[in-house]
């Protein structure tokens, strides 16, 4: 059951990576192909970062299955460098695109603070995880939610795309349908595996979840707009 459970976790991190590679092809990958227009230095740092972590996570479930526990160990330390990358450019970009928003009825406010309130269930959850690393079903477990807290930008920018057609008005609504989709996954996981929904699981749930669900009511009161925009 351990071996089985370490390669559905690795599965599951290898599908984060290849989400990521397909959301960001268009805008960053493959970013030629399509547009002409460069990236800034920060959001080719943060595009960078990003990749870091899920390619660090695929990696060590990797590693983990093959029982290279010693390298595991060694790259863990990885882990720091990935997440300070996340948080510090997602902050920045983030707070770049916010202060250019003109309107607290902009649908961007959406997207602005979903991302804010994601990077919070990130940093939550890794932590989390490093907490309970002796204790490897909760330990993978919070790890992958602490991959999913940041992976709806990948779903969202499928919105953008010209067949799709759908821009920002229905980014967030792609974000949301896309990490539900994975949570479901996720917690159907739990339920035939191990025949309920493992605590680990719950609290991942909660600390993906309610940081977003607040960050939506700051977006649509208008206090997240008037917090940056008239302090």
Not at 8 to 22: E, K
Not at 191 to 216: D, K, N, S
Request: charged share 10%.
């Amino acid at each position: 059951m351990r071996s089985k459970e370490t390669q559905v976790f690795f599965l599951a991190h290898l599908a984060l990576l290849a989400i990521v590679g397909v959301g960001f092809a268009r805008t960053f990958y493959l970013r030629g192909l399509f547009i002409p227009r460069p990236l800034s230095m920060t959001l080719q740092l943060h595009g960078a970062a990003l990749t870091f972590w899920f390619a660090l996570a695929a990696l060590q479930g990797w590693l983990a299955l093959t029982g290279r526990r010693a390298w595991h160990a060694r790259l863990a330390w990885l882990a720091v460098v990935a997440v300070a990358g996340v948080v510090v450019t997602g902050l920045q970009v983030n707070t770049g695109v916010a202060l250019q928003i003109e309107s607290a009825g902009d649908p961007e406010n959406m997207f602005v603070w979903a991302n804010y309130m994601s990077l919070l269930s990130f940093v939550g959850l890794v932590a989390l995880a490093v907490a309970q690393r002796r204790r490897l079903p909760a330990h993978r477990r919070l790890l992958l939610f602490a991959s999913l807290s940041i992976i709806g930008p990948a779903f969202a920018r499928v919105a953008f795309w010209p067949w799709v057609g759908q821009g920002v008005v229905m980014a967030p609504a792609f974000a949301g349908a896309g990490m539900l989709l994975l949570i479901a996954l996720a917690v159907g996981y739990d339920l035939v595996a191990q025949r309920r929904v493992q605590p680990a699981t719950w609290v991942g749930l909660g600390g993906l979840l309610v940081p977003i669900f607040a960050g939506t009511g700051v977006a649509l009161s208008g206090a997240g707009f008037a917090l940056l925009h008239h302090a």
